[in-house]
Each structure stands twice: as structure tokens, then as C-alpha cells.
């Protein structure tokens, strides 16, 4: 035994070497493996750095397009509106709020012309932008009637904006030669309102300058130009405009071609021009226009400095004065009627008016029952302002005045006023 195991151990040592080398083997086979694979990673990675620090500098180096320009738009600006409104505001005369009207219209690059509703037509009386070509005269001869289906008797029956085209024009055949509107183009018709009717309509385009009509600077021009109508009315100073005192004085002739025209006037295809004389005739039976006073109605005492205009636009489209006490049939005549009916629209613009700029205190008056007391100079001022138009008129009867206060500021209920009101005068 002791010689045998002396000779064993050398092969032992040589078989554990053997597999130590076979398993250092194998694993250095998986170290390098691994540290292929650990290589190509680390090339990946250098690759993927290389390409992300590409991408970054061109990134870095993209300079984005500019933001497309929004569309040419024709709407004023905030501070040309108000000049516009302003000078709207400043004017004496109807006819001078027509003119400054188109005026300030044609400030916003759009054609504009202005029709005086007299009658049963509505007549040229002033108009921009259209060049030489529409001169004053042709301007005063054109007419619209109102009793023909088209886009001017819906304006002037709905009292709403219309917009149309020249096609839905072509039986208005000597507008369309004059003024002359891009064929497809929009038109915009809107209604000037005053004392709650429409008393003239505004025509508007935009020629062929291609930019987009500016309607709400067109919309807010016409409300303020129908609010210095019925403020013209309230003050109470105008007579009939000049220009229907020279026709009534010496009639005007209609140009050539519009003589033409009236000479069918039955013609489908157009509508035809009213004659000077026939002009007189329809400002004769006019109803609508706010610068025609009643020759039966009393001449109204000049205002007071310090008093308040009356209302602006939100007033002129209001519902007609309803009648808080209607008078026996057969007791007033057919003038006395409409002196008291003059007389209910006027209060109802002094008392709207009230509403109107003091709002806060309307509000805080209703919920305390204290109105009266509140606005207090407001109302005695318009109190003042009626009696000097209508208190020596067939309206002294009835207390319109009080009507209004009671039916507008206080909701038809009169205690909403206060027990410091003193009450009608009648």
C-alpha cells in the first residue's frame, strides 16, 4: 500500500489540472464572449452618441418658418371707432349724421351710401367711395321702392342686417349701373334706426379691393347713427332736412338714364326711379323719417345746457311706447292723437336714457324701493325737458311722463319709486 499511493498522487494532481485547464478554458471562451459583445456595445454606443449629437446640432440649427400673416381685415381699431363714434355724436342735423355716417364708413375701406326712408321708398341721400362716377345729383335721384320684394324692404320690414349680393340686386338695375358692385361680392344692407322704426338703411361693399366686409364696425356706426337721430329728435330743434325743402323749392331732374327708366316703371326687370314730383309726394305721407316735424305739432323750446341727451342706439330698438291711458275715440282729433303719441315716444327716450347710464343705480333703487330717490335729478331734469315740449299740449291730459317712469324704471310697479315720488301731475 505505501508503495502504490506515492505513485497515484501525480495522477491525481495531473487529472486536476487537466480539468482546471479544461474549465479556465472554457470560461475564458465566455469572457471573450462577453467581451465582444461588451465591444459592440460600446461602438453602439459611441454610433447612437454620434448620431443624437448630430440631430441636436441640426436641431439647434432649424429655424421654424414664420407664422402665416392672418387676413387683411378692414375692422377698425378701438381708437379709430371711437373717433368714428364721436364724430357721429357731434353732429346737428340728420342730414349731417347720414354724411358722416358714409363718411366714417368709408374710413374702413368700404363703399357706403346712405338711404333716407321717405314714404314708401328709400332714397340716395349720401354715399362714399364710389368715386366720380355717382355724383350728388344721380345720388339724390336714385330710389328704392319699398313696396317690391328684395333685400331693401326686407331690412326696412325686419330691421336686421341683410347680407346679399348684386345678383339678388339685378331688379334694382340702375343701383347696380351706378354703384357698380364686384360681380359674387358681398353686400351688406343695415338698418339705421331711430324712434323705433328704420328711417334709413345703409348700402355697403367693398369695391374690388377683395378684403372681407368689416361688419361690426359697419353695425356699430349705424346704432350710434340711429341713437344721434332720435337724440336730434328729443332736443327737438330740426326742422325738415335741407334737401327736401330744395326739392319741395325746385324739383331735380333725374339723369337721362334714369329718365329712361321711369318711363316703365312695370318693368320685371328693374325698379324704377322716382320723378322730383312724386318725390315731394312721398315725403308728403312720410312717417318714418326723424327729421320731419308735424306742422300741427308746437314748436319745442330750446334744451338747457346740462341736459341730458337722449338714448343712444339700445333705445331706438326698443318696442313702441304702449298707451298706459288711451283717451275716449271721439275726443281728440286726428293731430291731438299724434301729439300724444309724440309725446309717449319722447318719454320713452328721456326715461330710457335714465336706465340706460345708471344702471347700479337702477338696480340698488328696485331692490329698496327707493328709485325716485336715488335719481332723483336725472328724473327732474327729463321731467323738466318733457313739460317744456309737451306741457302745453293736448298731452298735459295724461301724465305720459309718469307713465314711462312707472312702466320702464320701476317694472309697472309704482311703489318700486318710493314714497319720496310725488307722483303724476295730472
Not at 341683410?162 to 364686384?182: C, D, M, N, S, W
Not at 334744451?303 to 275716449?328: D, F, H, I, L, W
Not at 318710493?418 to 303724476?424: A, E, F, L, R
Amino acid at each position: 500500500m505505501q508503495d502504490t499511493n506515492p505513485n497515484k498522487l501525480p495522477e491525481l494532481v495531473r487529472t486536476a489540472r487537466a480539468r482546471l485547464t479544461q474549465d479556465y478554458n472554457a470560461s475564458a471562451q465566455v469572457f471573450d464572449r462577453f467581451e465582444r459583445e461588451l465591444q459592440e456595445l460600446r461602438q453602439s454606443g459611441e454610433r447612437l452618441k454620434e448620431s443624437v449629437a448630430r440631430e441636436l446640432d441640426a436641431l439647434a440649427q432649424f429655424e421654424p418658418p414664420a407664422p402665416p400673416a392672418p387676413p387683411p381685415s378692414a375692422e377698425a381699431s378701438l381708437e379709430e371707432l371711437l373717433s368714428s363714434v364721436q364724430n357721429l355724436m357731434t353732429t346737428t342735423l340728420p342730414e349731417q349724421v347720414f354724411d358722416v355716417l358714409s363718411e366714417e364708413s368709408q374710413k374702413s375701406h368700404a363703399r357706403a351710401a346712405v338711404f333716407d326712408v321717405r314714404g314708401k321708398a328709400a332714397w340716395g341721400i349720401a354715399a362714399r367711395g364710389f368715386g366720380g362716377s355717382l355724383s350728388e345729383k344721380t345720388l339724390h335721384a336714385l330710389a328704392i321702392p319699398l313696396n317690391h320684394e328684395g333685400p331693401f324692404r326686407k331690412v326696412f320690414e325686419t330691421g336686421s342686417e341683410v347680407q346679399t349680393v348684386a345678383e339678388e340686386l339685378k331688379r334694382a338695375k340702375h343701383l347696380i349701373e351706378k354703384f357698380r358692385p364686384a360681380h359674387q361680392a358681398a353686400i351688406l344692407l343695415l338698418p339705421i334706426r331711430s324712434a323705433g322704426s328704420v328711417s334709413a338703411i345703409l348700402y355697403a361693399d367693398m369695391g374690388e379691393s377683395g378684403l372681407p366686409l368689416p361688419a361690426n364696425t359697419l353695425k356699430i356706426l349705424t346704432e350710434f347713427a340711429g341713437a344721434q337721430l332720435d337724440r336730434l329728435m328729443a332736443l327737438g330743434g330740426e326742422g325738415p332736412a335741407p334737401e327736401s325743402v330744395a326739392l319741395e323749392a325746385e324739383p331735380a331732374e333725374p339723369a337721362a338714364e334714369e329718365q329712361e327708366q321711369t318711363a316703365a316703371p312695370d318693368s320685371a326687370e328693374e325698379i324704377p326711379v322716382a320723378t322730383a314730383t312724386e318725390q315731394v309726394a312721398l315725403e308728403t305721407t312720410a312717417t318714418s323719417a326723424p327729421a320731419v316735424e308735424s306742422p300741427a305739432e308746437p314748436a319745442p323750446a330750446p334744451v338747457e345746457s346740462g341736459e341730458t341727451a337722449a338714448a343712444p342706439a339700445a333705445v331706438a330698438e326698443s318696442a313702441p311706447v304702449e298707451a298706459a291711458a288711451q283717451p275716449e275715440t271721439g275726443q281728440l282729433s286726428e293731430e291731438e292723437e299724434k301729439v300724444l303719441r309724440d309725446a309717449r315716444r319722447f318719454s320713452k327716450l328721456l326715461v330710457s336714457e335714465i336706465e340706460l347710464y345708471n344702471k347700479a343705480k337702477v338696480s340698488e333703487g328696485r331692490k329698496n324701493k327707493d328709485l325716485y330717490r336715488r335719481l332723483k335729478s336725472d328724473i327732474e331734469r327729463s321731467r323738466q325737458t318733457y313739460e317744456k315740449r309737451f306741457g302745453k299740449t293736448v298731452a298735459r291730459q295724461f301724465d305720459c311722463f309718469h307713465e314711462e317712469l312707472v312702466r320702464t324704471l320701476a317694472g309697472n310697479d309704482a311703489s318700486l319709486l318710493g314714497s319720496d315720488y310725488t307722483g303724476p301731475i295730472v
